[in-house]
Structures are given as structure tokens and as C-alpha cells.
């Protein structure tokens, strides 16, 4: 299965200590209201370190219940224990998901020979779809691209969300795997560039404020229409600045609220946002035309 388009990277909003499930659905609604591709539960963005096991479970299960095979659900099922990887995956599967979203091993610090080891150990345990996420700026550790290669023909790794920055990474990616490989942007100031070069699409921090931005940047740039793609990209470049002044989530769940779509409510150890940079935020937001 080849993963394609705009997915958003779903926040998930708490009430009172407790996931709103309520507001998560409502959200999840407007998204595909929206036109995004396909939805991402339980990745950094969801605060997924945070989340009890029961938790997230259930968020997963909520996001694909109400998604209701509109678009697709790539769940976040990633661990740094090979064994727990492997649990949730197993779980990402059984609540019907379209695929697993896996991390690599953070604060363990594997070798390359580690990393293709773990990832291959989770591809043989479970029979479903899995989507490598490198994100060497949360876990202190770069999966190269000669490992994606390897890793690229493990039965069942169809893809890798690849969070970098680095374009010239991507470009060794995309040349060293096969076409059928999926290539996600993981960082929302390069996703065009990715795609130009052949990647297949986003998981997005910015696209749970401007969804359909996000979706139309994606379809104008399949379409070869590289003039409204750029447009769109320069459009939502300020909103993505926006969405990194702080540690993710923190400036992207303060938007929502802004925008009326949840509580600002998070988990220790994030907290709010200080007032200078959330009057930033809220600027921003304004001249986007997010905000009234």
C-alpha cells in the first residue's frame, strides 16, 4: 500500500485531565470536512509520550471509528522497546487501521545495524502496512538512507515519514528506494520540495489549523500546477513558523483553542505558551485569515 496526499498529524485535546472525546471527534470531522488525505493518531503531535496505554488505545480507536474509512488512519505505534513496538502495532492492526506509524528508538541511541533490526523485527511480527518515522531532532538518532534502502525491502515497510530538514537527505532517500516506497514529509517548511522530488506527500503539524490550505498545496503540485502549489506553500510558510515558536505541540493546540475547536489543555511537562510568543501566534493566525 503506497501512502499518498496531505495527512494531518492530529493534536489530541484533553478536558479536565482526560481525553475530550467529544471535541476529538467534532475535530476529526472538520478535518475530513475539510479535505485532508488521511490522519495520523497518537504521533508526537497527539502528545502521545504522555498518554497512558489505555489512552492510547482509545484515541486510536475513536480516530478511526469516526474517520469510518473516509481517509485513510495511519496510527502512531512506535516505541523504543522493540517488544512494545510490536504490541501496539499488533493493536494499530486489530482496531483496523490502514498502517503503523513507527518511531525510531528514542534516548536508546541504536546503531544503524540496530535500527534496521528493530524496524525488521516489528515487520515480521505483525502482517500490516508500516510507515518509518525519522525525526533525529526528538530522539537524538538519524536513520540514513542506506538503512532506509535496506529497510525499504522488508516485507510490509511500505514508506518513511521523513522529518530531517534535510533536503539533501530526502533526495538520498527517494534515489536509493524503489518507486512503489512512500516518502512523507515530516516537516511542513520542506514538504513541496520533498514532494517536487518525488515524495508522495505530508504528515503535517500545520495542517490541523489549515487543512484544506494543506490538502489544495498537495493536489496542485500531483496536478503539475507548480504556480497555485508555490502560491500555497508561500501562504503557509508564516502559519508553519507559527506552529514551531514552541516545543509542538504547545503553539498548534493554542491555535485550536483560538479557534474554538478544543481546551487549551495540556500535559505535564509541556505547558502553556508565554504571552509574548502566544501574541505572535495569534497575529499570525489573524493575517492568515484563520482568525477573524
Not at 492492526?93 to 490502514?98: L, N, T, Y
Request: net charge negative.
Amino acid at each position: 500500500m503506497q501512502f499518498s496526499g496531505a495527512f494531518t498529524a492530529l493534536v489530541t485535546p484533553f478536558k479536565n485531565g482526560s481525553v475530550d472525546e467529544k471535541a476529538y471527534r467534532d475535530f476529526i470531522e472538520w478535518q475530513i470536512d475539510q479535505g485532508i488525505h488521511g490522519l495520523v493518531p497518537c504521533g508526537t503531535t497527539g502528545e502521545s509520550a504522555t498518554l497512558t496505554h489505555e489512552e492510547h488505545e482509545r484515541v486510536i480507536e475513536i480516530c478511526i471509528d469516526q474517520a469510518k474509512g473516509r481517509v485513510p488512519v495511519l496510527a502512531g505505534a512506535g516505541s523504543n522497546s522493540t517488544m512494545e513496538a510490536i504490541s501496539l502495532t499488533r493493536f494499530a492492526k486489530k482496531a483496523g487501521a490502514d498502517g503503523a506509524l513507527l518511531i525510531t528508538p528514542y534516548y536508546n541511541k541504536p546503531t544503524q545495524e540496530g535500527l534496521f533490526l528493530h524496524f525488521k523485527a516489528v515487520a515480521e511480527a505483525v502482517d500490516f502496512p508500516i510507515v518509518l518515522y525519522n525525526v533525529p531532532g526528538r530522539t537524538g538518532c538519524n536513520m540514513l538512507p542506506p538503512t532506509v534502502a535496506r529497510l525499504a525491502q522488508v516485507p510490509h515497510i511500505n514508506g518513511i515519514k521523513e522529518a530531517t530538514g534535510n533536503i539533501t537527505q530526502v533526495s538520498d532517500v527517494l534515489e536509493q528506494c524503489p518507486a512503489s516506497f512512500s516518502v512523507l514529509s515530516g516537516d511542513d517548511f520542506t514538504a513541496l520540495s520533498l514532494m517536487q522530488l518525488g515524495g508522495t506527500g505530508v504528515i503535517s503539524v500545520t495542517s490541523n489549523v489549515a487543512p484544506a490550505k494543506m490538502a489544495a498545496m498537495y493536489e496542485a503540485q500531483k496536478a503539475g500546477d507548480m504556480v497555485t502549489a508555490r502560491k500555497l506553500h508561500f501562504e503557509l510558510a508564516p502559519i508553519s513558523r507559527a506552529m514551531f515558536m514552541e516545543t509542538n505541540p504547545i503553539p498548534v493546540k493554542t491555535a485550536l483553542s483560538l479557534m474554538g475547536k478544543m481546551n487549551l489543555e495540556f500535559r505535564l511537562p509541556l505547558c502553556p505558551m508565554q504571552a509574548a510568543n502566544a501574541e505572535k501566534l495569534q497575529a499570525t493566525l489573524r493575517s492568515s485569515g484563520i482568525l477573524a
